[in-house]
């Protein structure tokens, strides 16, 4: 991969439009109105058309105003009908934008001589033409688009900072922020221009597949990865360059490995932004599936290590010697679970220090002893817990009592000591073992 | 926000300053005249008089649909109204903001906001705080104290969607408290809480009262209700009948409310029977 300054002012321009998105983005996504990005990146069209039918000109001040005008009444259409047709808001904006999309593609299309707006151009852009109109400072061609966009970033983080508190209450929890004098429809009124500007400042280069990819994804993604909204918010932007920066990155390297030209950057933007996603999807710290995954194993595990100690604890009273070989094959027939798990389970207590191996036999050390003797105290009094209070037989009772025994409590454990009768011995005769001394107990630590 | 009642506002500063009941209008905590509300011309409230004593605990019952909480939203200019006037302290709501508290039913607002218990709480001095300002450390402060005293300390740090429903009350209620407010409007504040919450809210309540404050609560256990009000307000789209607890909430207004649909009047004629 060679990298040259033009690769540098294609990163720039696609980073800029990303966290001028970005910004705005994680309002929409909080508002549960993510569809709105898309809405208006499509209906600012015919904005954009009838300015530049009625001026002539295709300036960005006038493309702007334009697109400004349009996004305002999307937002404002799409609510009106929602509220008079009562029907939900999502189904009335789709129904909005589309008409307006379509409504400004025939408005290009039959003005195409005179318009030099491209439809497939408002779509995916033309980043990687992005270089050709540069002004060269202190000899780095930086390019012109650049510009309009570095003021949308500018303008997009000034409003939210000046007025994060009334963004803050006015999304959470619009009636309060009514009460409290903060014009929550006229704040949503203003992100909805500043959105549609935005969309205009990034379509030439970017296009409005990727101001919509960076609407929403950076912002979906922060917010899996944190329950605050400052967090988020600087989340969201730094995911936005990254997704800009690894996005040309790959562009230009991954079609070379397969024997193909680079490809187009702002598509590639949109995928890492998608990757990332699906990284935070499954390693979120809270919501993430690998941590759930991970939290259901350490439970499993902790069941089997507790049974293996429970096996040797019972293999104990007996007196009966076992050699190591056959503890595995007990503790399969007796208590089920996957080989592999118990292997686990029995490595893991022998690195934990709650068993040894010597002479081709499992021994309890005394730690390993007392957690056993807290789950077999568990155990037993469940036993006779259950035999006393539901009336079940002695040889009803080992299977509840032995799945309940891993979620048992002190002082659950001291609880049901106080009710059964005698509090020395299970049903089966044998006897319970005393909750181990406060020195012993410390040994499990 | 276009203010659609500017027009009656207007002329409603210069109406007798004296209510219905003879006492001076700044001293009604809440006056309403012939309101009616409509969503899409179904009319939810139909001609609803009302006057709220001050510093009196006010229970809003009435059968699900009945309009309480279009109620409160149609006082609190959060729905428009068809017609009618609402005066608090003599005055239209835009000018007494300050004084007037909202707790909002819960399901209300999206609790996997990424926020913390204590920033709910700091919403509550959004008011005092003023545009674009930080929310200064006296805020902070009072929005921590507003939290100790509803039992949340300790949770100051959580964001809310770890919170469990009756904590997410109380979270709403202190920051009803930061907001220190003169008359407070609560939708169903006790709805799914606990016991000790239900005592802890109730405490607070008396709390207000003796502050002089006057609260105004939708309320749905009929039976709770002698207990815990001064005053109730039976609606179902009109008012069915409204003044202090002892003389009002009867069966027989009960059965006007609710129609022949409770059993419950029953229990709740039972149970007042064997209080009296
Ligand atoms: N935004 C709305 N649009 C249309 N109709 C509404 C709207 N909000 C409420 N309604 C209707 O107005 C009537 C009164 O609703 P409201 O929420 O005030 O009842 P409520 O007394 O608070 O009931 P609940 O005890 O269930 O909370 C209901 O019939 C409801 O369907
Ligand atoms: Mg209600």
Redesign the interface.
């Known amino acids: 991969m060679t990298w040259y300054p033009l690769d540098t002012g294609i990163v720039l321009v696609g980073a800029l439009s990303a966290v001028a998105c970005a910004l705005l983005g994680n309002f929409l996504v909080?508002k549960?109105i993510s569809m709105m990005g898309d809405a208006l990146s499509h209906a600012v069209l015919p904005g954009l058309a009838i300015a530049f039918l009625l001026t002539g000109s295709r300036g960005s001040l006038t493309m702007f105003i334009g697109a400004a005008v349009a996004g305002v009444l999307t937002a404002a259409i799409s609510q009106w009908v929602s509220e008079l047709g009562?029907v939900e808001e999502s189904a009335s904006l789709g129904v909005v934008f589309t008409a307006l999309f379509a409504l400004g593609l025939i408005l290009i299309v039959r003005g195409a001589d005179a318009v030099d707006l491209d439809p497939g151009c408002v779509l995916y852009g033309s980043l990687e033409l992005v270089p050709l109109e540069s002004w060269n400072v202190a000899g780095f061609p930086l390019p012109r688009a650049a510009a309009p966009l570095a003021v949308a970033c500018v303008l997009n983080l000034g409003f939210l900072l000046?007025?994060y508190?009334?963004l803050?209450?006015s999304?959470?929890?619009p009636?309060?922020a009514?009460?409290?004098?903060?014009?929550?429809?006229?704040l949503h009124y203003v992100l909805m221009t500043l959105i549609a500007v935005t969309t205009v400042a990034a379509f030439e280069s970017v296009g409005s597949i990727l101001v919509i990819a960076m609407l929403i994804v950076p912002p979906a993604t922060a917010?899996l990865l944190?329950?605050?909204?400052p967090?988020?918010l600087l989340l969201s932007v730094v995911l936005a360059m990254a997704a800009a920066v690894l996005g040309h990155v790959a562009a230009i390297t991954v079609p070379t490995w397969f024997g193909y030209a680079d490809t187009s950057t702002a598509g590639m933007m949109a995928v890492v932004a998608g990757l990332l996603f699906g990284l935070a999807v499954l390693a979120a710290p809270r919501y993430g599936l690998a941590r759930r995954v991970a939290q259901q194993f350490a439970v499993t595990l902790r069941i089997a290590r507790e049974d293996a100690l429970g096996l040797l604890y019972r293999i104990e009273e007996t007196q009966a010697g076992v050699s190591a070989a056959a503890v595995p094959r007990l503790l399969r027939e007796a208590l089920g679970g996957s080989s592999l798990l118990n292997h686990w389970a029995l490595r893991s207590l022998r690195r934990a220090g709650h068993i040894t191996r010597a002479d081709a036999e499992y021994r309890l050390t005394d730690a390993g002893r007392a957690t056993a003797r807290t789950l077999i105290r568990a155990h037993r009094l469940w036993e006779s817990y259950l035999t006393k209070h539901l009336a079940l037989r002695p040889d009803q009772v080992h299977a509840p009592a032995h799945r309940i025994e891993h979620f048992t409590t002190g002082a659950m454990r001291e609880a049901l000591a106080g009710d059964v009768e005698p509090a020395t011995q299970d049903p089966h005769g044998r006897s319970i073992p005393d909750e181990p001394s406060a020195g012993e107990a410390s040994a499990v630590q | 926000m276009i203010d659609t009642h500017a027009a009656t506002d207007v002329t409603s500063t210069d109406t007798p300053a004296v209510s219905r009941g003879g006492l001076p209008l700044d001293r009604v905590p809440l006056a309403v005249h012939d309101l009616t509300v409509a969503y899409y011309r179904k009319p939810v409230l139909w001609d609803v008089d009302f006057e709220a004593p001050e510093g009196k605990l006010i229970a809003i019952v009435g059968p699900n649909g009945a309009g309480k909480s279009t109620l409160i939203k149609a006082a609190l200019d959060l729905v428009p109204r068809t017609s009618g006037r609402v005066l608090f302290y003599g005055k239209p709501y835009r000018r007494q903001r300050q004084l007037i508290g909202y707790v909002p039913q819960r399901e209300s607002v999206d609790w996997d906001f990424p926020v913390t218990a204590l920033d709910v709480v700091v919403m509550g001095r959004y008011g005092q705080v003023g545009w674009c300002r930080p929310v200064g450390r006296q805020h902070r402060e009072a929005a921590r104290a507003a939290l100790e005293h509803v039992g949340m300390g300790d949770f100051a740090g959580r964001q809310i969607s770890q919170l469990s429903g009756g904590q997410q009350q109380r979270v709403f209620l202190a920051r009803a408290l930061a907001q220190d407010a003169r008359l407070y409007f609560m939708d169903e504040p006790f709805a799914g809480v606990d016991a000790a919450t239900e005592k802890a809210i109730v405490r607070i309540l008396h709390e207000l009262r003796s502050g002089g404050r006057t609260v105004i609560a939708v309320h749905h256990d009929l039976q709770t209700v002698p207990e815990y009000f001064d005053h109730v307000l039976l609606v179902n789209l009109r008012v069915v009948a409204a003044g202090p607890t002892a003389s009002t909430f009867t069966s027989e207004n009960l059965q006007k409310t609710f129609g022949g649909r409770l059993t419950l009047l029953d229990q709740a004629a039972h149970a007042l029977a064997s209080r009296r």
Do not use: S
């Open positions: 909080l549960r009562q000046l007025f508190k009334e803050k209450v999304t959470f929890d009636a309060l009514k009460t409290l004098g903060i014009p929550a429809r006229l917010h944190t329950d605050r909204l967090v988020m």
